[in-house]
């Protein structure tokens, strides 16, 4: 089971794709699509529509989780995040795939058992979850690869139970 | 040079084509796409594309207008609303047609010469100006035509002035 998980955005769209390997959340791969703010609008949409596709044709996901921030800073901000998270949509529904959107807070609480915690300790987490060296990973992307890990322990808590509690204990040691 | 108007919507998007035939503006086509809320988002993101791409295929349209509605509501107004955006200037793009994007105000003031008027006002200079029954039409529909109108004026003032500026003495006398 393979999941791309999206952090979407206009000037940089977070991926990262994990999978399940028995009871063992594993990276696969994970990064950033940096869209060039300078080019008209419905050029950058197309950048990253076409990006996100390579993304799919690369790593054949299973599943795709997108995260949803709806506490933007404003409508303006909201606007823009918007257009974004919809390309996003898009993408996996033209690639027949399931697609499920999680908040800021759902993909906390399932990485580090706590809703408000800081990025720092998101990035942790995903971090020793995937033994992962995240001071080489961008924010999008552990943003991206915590809320595929939210997926794997939303959607299929009977396998990801086990490793992601394991993980949940190391935090709060 | 035939303008697409587009006003962007979840639930309903209205599209409106319109003509420039040497001094006058002609209505070609216009109507609202309408995207069923009960699907997963997604699909509906999905059916609003394809249905915007046999607009532009059965219309061929030049060049394309899209309202830019700023000022959501909320931000979750907003971002829903972003998504539609995206969708439409995406499937632009994707047929390397110019995009332009106009706000309610600005498209006010080309179609009635008052950047405040009403929903009504705005209506009815569409009917006046194409000749058309506005009362058979939606109102995501005008506002399309509307778009449309606002981008002939705005961006052939050579050609469009003068129709224009005629159709808006009718309005204010």
Do not use: W
């Not at 800081?118 to 809320?147: F, I, N, P, S």
């Not at 990801?160 to 993980?167: D, F, L, R």
């Amino acid at each position: 089971m393979r999941i791309l998980g999206i952090d979407p955005g206009l000037n940089a769209t977070g991926y990262g794709v994990v999978e399940l390997d028995g009871s063992e959340v594993r990276h696969v791969a994970s990064g950033t699509i940096n869209i060039p703010s300078a080019r008209p609008l419905p050029t950058r949409l197309n950048l990253l529509f076409e990006a996100l596709r390579e993304v799919f044709d690369q790593y054949h996901p299973d599943e795709v989780a997108v995260e949803n921030t709806f506490l933007a800073k404003n409508v303006a901000v909201a606007l823009k995040l918007g257009q974004a998270k919809g390309i996003a949509l898009l993408v996996a529904e033209q690639g027949k795939l399931p697609v499920a959107e999680y908040t800021p807070t759902e993909i906390k609480t399932a990485v580090t058992g706590y809703g408000a915690a800081a990025k720092e300790q998101v990035q942790y987490m995903v971090g020793r979850l995937l033994r992962l060296d995240v001071e080489a990973t961008t924010h999008h992307a552990t943003d991206a690869l915590a809320t595929a890990i939210c997926h794997l322990h939303t959607a299929l808590p009977r396998h990801a139970t086990t490793s992601m509690a394991a993980t949940r204990r190391i935090a709060h040691a």
